[in-house]
Each structure stands twice: as C-alpha cells, then as structure tokens.
C-alpha cells in the first residue's frame, strides 16, 4: 500500500483534524506515516513509496524542494501539499507546490480539502496508468470480498446437500435441502453477475433501457434478503422512464442500494424504493426505516458519493456496511451515465439513498409496442418449437432439455459443435442453443459453418467467458449471447422471443 508521508509538527495525533485526514487518507488507499525529522523525510521519499508528501510550510526548505524536483520525470513525482495555518497564494509558486491544505478551515472545509487534494492525486495516477480503477488494493479487496462471499454460500450448499444426503428417507429436509441449494446458487450468480458488470466500469455498452425494469429486477434479486429479515418493501413506480445506460451496470447498483439498505435495518422493519420526475430527469429514493448506523460509519459512508472515482475503504466492518466498496463503483457506474448518488441520514434512524439520472425525451409510440409485445409474451402458454441444444455439459444438456420439454418444445442435444452442426444440416431448427467452448469442434466454429448453409438460423451462444467479443459474433449473425451462469426463464425469454418473431403462436 502506498503513503503519505507527513512531516509536520501541527498535524499529529493531537491535532483536531487528524482523524479525518487518516481516515480519508485510507479511503483512497494510502497509509499515513508521520515522520519528525528531514532525514526520515528524504528517506521516504528516496525508497518512492510515497504517494503524497504533506509538509508544513516551514519544514520545506530548498534541499527538500530540489529532492521532490530531481526524482523523475514531473508526471512521476511525488505529490507535494503544503501545511499553512493561514493561506499564502505565494507558497505553491515559490516552493513549487502541488497544493495547500489549510489547518485553520472548519471540519466540514478541511474535510472537502482533503477530498480534493486526493481526488487529484487519484486522477494523476489514473492519466499515468489509463487503466480504468488503478488501485490494485480496491481490486485485491474486491475479489477478496466476492470470494469470501462465494466460499461462505457453497460451504452451505455442501453442508444442505450432504444432511439430505445421510437422510434419505426425511423428505421435507430433502425438499428444504434442495430449496436452500437452488436459492444459494442464485446467490453465487449474482456475485458473479456484480463482478462481471463492475469488470466493465469503463466499458459500458449503452442500450435504450427502461428505468422501471431496471428497479423491479433489481428487487428481485434481493427479495431473498428481504424474505429473511422479514423486512417490508415499500415501492411506488409513477412510470416506465426511459434513458441510454448500461442495463446490467444499472441492476448491480440498485441492488446493491437496496442490499446495503437490508444489510444495516432492523429484523422487521420497513424499507421503500420510490420512482418519480424531477426537473425533466428520474429521481429515485430508496429508504430505510431503522437502519442502525453510527455517525463515524455514516460520515464513512457519505464521502463516497462525493468523489466520482471508486476509493478503497479497507477497515470497513464486518456485517456493517461491509459493501461500501462495491457501493464506492456503483457511485462511479452512476457518475459515467451523467447521474449521481447522495446518502442523507434523517431523524438518526432512517436512511435514504437519492439517485438521479437523465431520462430520453419523450417516444410514446415505443412504449406501446413495448406494452404490446410484453402482452404477446403473457398469452404465450406452450412454445410449439424445434430447438437443438450443443453443449458438452451433459447436466446442462439435460437441465435445458426437461426444461423446454415442458413447454411444448421437441428438443434435439449434442454433445459438441460437430454433432450438433451434423444435426442443424439434417433439420431446420426453430433455435439453437450453442456452448462456445467445446471439444471437437467450438461453438464459433459450428454456428458460422451453420449460418452458411441457413442465415435465418437464430442461434444462441451460452458461455462462461468474459473476453467474448459479442460485437463481432453479432456480425457474422448469431442471435443472442447469454452468459453462465443462467436463469432457465432467460433463455425461455429468449425462445419466447424468437416464437413471436417467427410467428410461431
């Protein structure tokens, strides 16, 4: 972890600002060294662990300024910041000086000084990498969390399946058992779905997508959660707005909104999440009513909606906000679609979370083909479809064909790409499901020497992989691209959608 290195004799331990300086100083990932003599200075400085040099105005003479100045290239020094009691407008011209942080400045100013003075150390090193997310701490604490999170769900699943196991003939705990397994593998998908949508942060792929659809799935991956506290929603949809964002981006930072909101209010309480208009833009609340937070956690938690970029908090506590780093990317997945977040504590025991985002000027005649086609999909009761599933996972195989048997489907397997491509040139199939991986002969393979001899085939890539080029599998034709791993009712939308297209029903 990086530094900040303090030479001063007004800013220690003691000092009223000290506490606030630390903690922020943390919150970006930088230990806080103070030193107490120039030789300790310069050898900080010298070993290049210092991210930022704080150093009292009088301390930093010349052999200190020609050290800063002589150590690389000026995009690649350290950071010098200036301790003055009372501001000089001289001092960064003639001590050539990145900043001033005045100690003199009431807390909620020197606060807000602070911030700043880091967000342009964050912003130098971001220019310097043009990497997206630089600190390798946050992206080590990050997969640290998940995994943690992941390891904790499959340790359950394991110990479910094993009691059913050692009692075969007690067919309620098996029935539980199961419910409890299946649950906690939606679970493991949504951890992974998180990392998938933040592993993209900088990369977003900008669709037309409705802000009320967004909120209700969002809700649904945390119904879960609600279910287990008994805690009541509470929520209001004044309509369906529509705006340019990245659909999965979104859900994760609602549901990790309302996650947060679950996580910290009492067993029984009352949450709510509100839809709205304001000045031309939507204007979403999500509340908590006896959300149980002391004000140091507060104050932890609203500085990270001050900064547009995501900063590590590494002290967070266990089971008290413990995803305020996740929470931290999800304030910059808002920032990069022209919204933002504010957190406000009310009356100590309720919580609310104010999100705006622009909205898409007004299209009436969308939303009613919308309205239509979600209709369509409702009076869909069996899918009357020829669908040809390759993949060589036989519990997938089997998974998806006892599925679409139900529907009504008469469904065709494969073990790989060159069975299942000697099967789409036997029989024209309404669909076909295509892993991309496989032994043989891939995916990409099959589906292109397919599409040669049918271009009308609606073929589906089902893949784990995340350096997939979808962009260029949409090219050469393929209908969709759904990533493992999956909900059976996201394909069945997907078959859903092909049967209208073909006007199948």
Do not use: W
């Amino acid at each position: 972890m990086k530094k900040s290195v303090v030479y001063s004799n007004i800013l220690d331990t003691a000092s009223r600002h000290y506490n606030l300086f630390h903690d922020i100083s943390r919150s970006f990932g930088c230990d806080v060294v103070t030193v107490r003599s120039g030789e300790n200075a310069v050898q900080y400085l010298k070993e290049g662990e210092a991210e930022a040099f704080f150093c009292d105005e009088n301390l930093y003479t010349a052999d200190l300024t020609d050290l800063v100045n002589s150590m690389g290239d000026p995009g690649d020094r350290v950071s010098v910041v200036l301790l003055v009691d009372k501001p000089a407008g001289d001092l960064l011209l003639d001590k050539k000086a990145d900043g001033l942080l005045i100690l003199s400045l009431p807390d909620a100013l020197f606060e807000l000084s602070v911030l700043s003075v880091y967000k342009h150390l964050f912003v130098k090193e971001k220019l310097r990498s043009v990497s997206g997310i630089t600190n390798p701490d946050f992206i080590v604490k990050l997969l640290s969390d998940t995994a943690h999170a992941i390891n904790n769900i499959l340790t359950g699943m394991q110990g479910y399946a094993e009691l059913a196991q050692l009692n075969p003939d007690d067919k309620k705990l098996i029935k539980d058992s199961f419910q409890v397994v299946i649950d906690s593998s939606y679970r493991v998908r949504n951890e992974i779905k998180n990392l998938r949508a933040f592993a993209r942060v900088e990369n977003p792929q900008y669709t037309r997508v409705s802000i009320k659809d967004i909120l209700s799935e969002s809700i649904d991956l945390a119904k879960a959660h609600f279910k287990i506290k008994n805690i009541e929603l509470i929520k209001k949809f004044e309509k369906g707005y529509l705006l340019n964002g990245d659909y999965d981006q979104l859900i994760q930072v609602f549901f990790n909104l309302l996650n947060d909101v679950v996580g910290n209010v009492n067993e029984h309480g009352t949450a709510g999440i509100f839809l709205s208009n304001k000045n031309g833009g939507a204007l979403i609340k999500i509340i908590g009513d006896e959300y149980e937070i002391d004000e140091e956690d507060f104050h932890s938690l609203e500085r990270i909606f001050v900064v547009d970029e995501p900063i590590l908090k590494v002290d967070s506590k266990e089971g008290r906000i413990e995803n305020r780093n996740v929470l931290s990317i999800c304030n910059h997945i808002i920032r990069n679609h022209k919204g933002s977040i504010g957190v406000k504590k009310v009356n100590k025991t309720k919580l609310t979370y104010t999100i705006e985002l622009p909205i898409m000027k007004e299209d009436h005649a969308p939303e009613i083909e919308e309205a239509e086609i979600r209709h369509a999909y409702e009076v869909i009761a069996n899918l009357d479809m020829d669908i040809l599933i390759v993949d060589d996972e036989e519990y997938v195989r089997n998974t998806m064909y006892y599925f679409f048997d139900k529907k009504g489907c008469r469904v065709t397997l494969a073990e790989d790409g060159e069975f299942g491509l000697k099967m789409a040139k036997e029989k024209p199939f309404d669909l076909i499901f295509m892993d991309y991986l496989m032994p043989r002969m891939g995916g990409f393979e099959a589906a292109r020497k397919i599409l040669e001899n049918n271009s009308d085939a609606k073929i589906v890539f089902i893949t784990g992989r995340e350096s997939l080029d979808e962009e260029e599998l949409y090219k050469s034709g393929v209908y969709a691209c759904v990533k493992k791993p999956f909900e059976m009712n996201d394909l069945y939308e997907i078959a859903r959608k092909v049967a209208l297209e073909k006007g199948i029903v």
